[in-house]
């Protein structure tokens, strides 16, 4: 919808609408990547859930995956939302709902960082297609090592003491 705005010269100008298309892809893994996914179905239903979160803050999730220790998450980012805002309320919620599923899921946390990386719209496939090969990619690299690699790939400095809880 365009609003009127008055010009400097006395004319009304139609202000054109705010749009965006930006595409996010999330990697955060469990407290000192403790193995709560390693069971298929309940994972899957963590991804869903996790699909649904980002569906709530109309941030449209275009695949959820990952490994026994971590997630994946490629989604839109709504214009209305901030990165840390939408993480927060993807880890908040989802821990909360974790440890609601199971006795042994308790003591479930997620942890404390994350990391973040714009995708192109030319890059989608390819991220939808490693996020669902997780499994396959994890039998040659554990998840420091993957972690460490999007970091570079994307040129993000970072000090590896400070990466890891």
């Known amino acids: ?65 990952g490994y026994i220790d971590h997630v994946h998450i490629l989604c839109s980012l709504s214009r209305q939302k901030t990165v840390a805002d939408l993480i927060r309320e993807l880890k908040t919620s989802s821990s909360v709902w974790i440890k609601t599923q199971r006795p042994e899921l308790k003591n479930f946390h997620w942890q404390d960082g994350y990391g ?17 090969n997780q499994n396959e990619h994890h039998r040659k690299m554990m998840f420091q090592d993957e972690f460490r690699k999007l970091l570079k790939k994307h040129g993000v400095n970072f000090d590896e003491q400070y990466i890891w809880d």
């Open 1 to 65: 919808m365009s609003q009127k705005i008055i010009a400097a010269n006395g004319g009304a100008q139609c202000m054109p609408q705010s749009l965006a298309q930006i595409y996010l892809h999330i990697v955060f893994s469990t407290k000192s990547r403790q193995p709560f996914l390693q069971d298929a179905s309940f994972s899957e239903e963590c991804y869903a859930y996790l699909a649904g979160i980002c569906m709530k803050q109309d941030c449209f999730a275009k695949r959820v995956g």
């Open 116 to 132: 973040v990386f714009s995708v192109s719209q030319s890059q989608l496939e390819k991220v939808k297609e490693y996020i669902s």
